[in-house]
């Protein structure tokens, strides 16, 4: 297995394996490799549906999205698909699914059909982001709390997948999730500073007050330094540790053909635990 880190802050090219065939030792060496670097890639893979949800499976219980299991869709895969017709609705640094008190752990994509121009995904490291605070400011953010929930043009991109109905049904079924503003990592025991598009507020303070520090501290995100940015191929994979990074799915390949594949890997309630205490402070809970 052949390692490249392809910046200071996050992501490393892993050259050498097949996802299909990897050993127990291989696994573990993929598993370090992931926790310190937070996205991994590799090319020229061969990802049938079952290995991917095979891979998957190796890292935890694939996981159904909210909203598709509120329309009777279990199935842990999902195809993202771009045409003239479906325009691209993933261009904002995210975290997967943190309307969700326990939102996915791990995401594993893979690339199908790739056009000529475009379509390159962004990964930033939330613990670059947090690093990057005064001293002052991280204790601030300690002790908040941020309301995550489907936001209005979440809910529209849904409403064009399901139906009109599709609105009232997110609105009733998921009012959110209370999660701690700084994330600590249960395996590293890092600190990450847990943004996510699908923030709402700061609990506790005024509007003006939260659309403020929001404003601040989500714009640290765009600071390339702590990116990485990945030009895709067909038969690429990417997995990335969705606890302490934030991806953006770049729309400038629009209205040429896209296709991926993706998978998620269930996650725990999301935790703020002080340096040195051994239980949380702070954890993640519905709204």
Known sequence: MRITP????????????????????????????????HVIFLRDQDLSEADHIGLANRWGTPMANPVAKLHGDETVLHSVENNAKKPPLADGFHTDLTYWPEPPNLAILYALDIPTVGGDTLWASLYAVYDSLSDE????????????????HFIQANVAMYGAESEQVIRQNLQGAILPFVRTHEETGRQALFLSSFIDHLVGMHRPESDALLG?????????????RWRWRAG?????????????ALSDHYPQYRLMRRCTVEGGRPFYRPDGASEPLFEGTFA
């Not at 400011?137 to 209005?152: F, G, I, N, T, Y």
């Not at 690429?236 to 953006?248: F, G, K, L, P």
Request: aromatic share 6%; proline share 3%.
């Open 6 to 37: 392809l910046s200071a802050n996050i992501g490393a090219l892993v050259e050498g394996v097949s996802l299909n065939a990897l050993s127990e030792d291989e696994f573990d060496e993929l598993h370090q490799t992931l926790l310190k670097h």
């Open 216 to 228: 601040y501290l989500s714009n640290l995100v765009n600071n390339p330094n702590y990116a990485v």
């Open 137 to 152: 400011m991280k204790r601030v953010c300690q002790d908040l709390r941020a309301l995550h929930k489907p936001s209005d």
């Open 236 to 248: 690429d994979v990417a997995i990335w540790d969705e606890r302490c990074t934030n991806h953006r």
